[in-house]
């Protein structure tokens, strides 16, 4: 490998890299060394994460626009030489419905970005692997889409189709030397799920420890998934160490066997 190589396979790009497990994901990498740049469609955060981590870089982007991801592989591209790792981070919620309620304008805005976004970025990125001689994507998926999700049909249905496209990309991107997995996180212990906790107490007139433990009990460890471990295996999925392992699908969820 040359010197060039070498560095381009130190390099990553994070979606949605401002906070939560994207900001985990990027930490977890910029500490170990990489060049690091992020993205996200919110300035506040992102201006906060680039000013916590000096040497880190960031765009702010929205990944289901082409125009968006053309300038943020750019200015990537500009000062890194060349994509050696993309997390494909970035996903919306979607609309909470029942199934015959979805407006057909959330249903495509949630697979715009939750599959569209990470095509796009992954199409900008193995254009970059493939000059280098490899690399590694991994797209960061959800648990739920093995337990299934009621009144979420758009957020399941678009992450079922973000992990159909990591299996095939896995089968077409191997003979290059590039790798294509997706994590599956859990019940995370981060801001959106406190939120989700402390909405349904005061709805529902309960105490929100209470409230956790009903979430919990589908979890056979019994404990939320922390940020910084799926960043620790989204790392090892990028590293040499894992470098056998493609078109995989691995749940970091302390194995969620339901949801509500």
């Known amino acids: 490998m040359s010197s060039s190589?070498?560095?381009?396979?130190?390099?990553?790009?994070v979606t949605g890299g401002a906070d939560g497990i994207g900001a985990a994901i990027a930490t977890r990498f910029y500490k170990s060394g990489y060049a690091v740049h992020v993205c996200d469609n919110r300035a506040a955060?992102?201006?906060?994460?680039?000013?916590?981590?000096?040497?880190?870089?960031g765009t702010l982007a929205d990944v289901g626009d082409p125009t968006d991801v053309e300038r943020l592989f750019a200015e990537a591209n500009e000062w890194m030489g060349g994509i050696g790792v993309l997390v494909n981070?970035?996903?919306?919620?979607?609309?909470?419905?029942a199934l015959e309620s979805i407006a057909y304008q959330d249903w495509i805005q949630t697979f715009r970005?939750?599959?569209?976004?990470?095509?796009?970025?992954?199409?900008?990125?193995?254009?970059?692997?493939?000059?280098?001689?490899g690399g590694a994507i991994v797209n960061i998926s959800t648990a739920s889409t093995r337990t299934r999700l009621p009144m979420r049909t758009a957020y399941i249905a678009s992450k079922f189709a973000l992990e159909g496209l990591t299996l095939n990309a896995a089968r077409e991107l191997g003979r290059y030397g590039i790798r294509c997995?997706?994590?599956?996180?859990?019940?995370m212990n981060n801001s959106r799920m406190n939120g989700i906790i402390a909405a349904r107490a005061e709805r529902e007139g309960r105490d929100e420890s209470e409230i956790e433990q009903e979430f919990l009990r589908y979890v056979a460890l019994g404990e939320r998934?922390?940020?910084?471990?799926?960043?620790?295996?989204?790392?090892?999925?990028?590293?040499?160490?894992?470098?056998?392992?493609?078109?995989?699908?691995?749940?970091?969820?302390?194995?969620?066997?339901?949801?509500?």
Request: aromatic share 6%.
């Open 5 to 13: 190589e070498s560095t381009i396979a130190g390099s990553v790009i």
């Open 45 to 57: 955060p992102l201006e906060q994460m680039l000013l916590e981590h000096p040497d880190m870089r």
């Open 89 to 97: 981070n970035v996903g919306v919620a979607g609309p909470r419905e």
């Open 113 to 133: 970005v939750n599959v569209g976004g990470a095509l796009i970025c992954m199409q900008y990125a193995i254009s970059s692997m493939k000059q280098s001689g």
């Open 181 to 187: 997995n997706a994590l599956l996180p859990g019940i």
């Open 225 to 260: 998934t922390e940020p910084a471990e799926v960043a620790d295996a989204a790392f090892f999925l990028a590293s040499p160490e894992g470098a056998r392992i493609t078109g995989e699908l691995i749940s970091v969820s302390g194995y969620m066997g339901w949801d509500e």
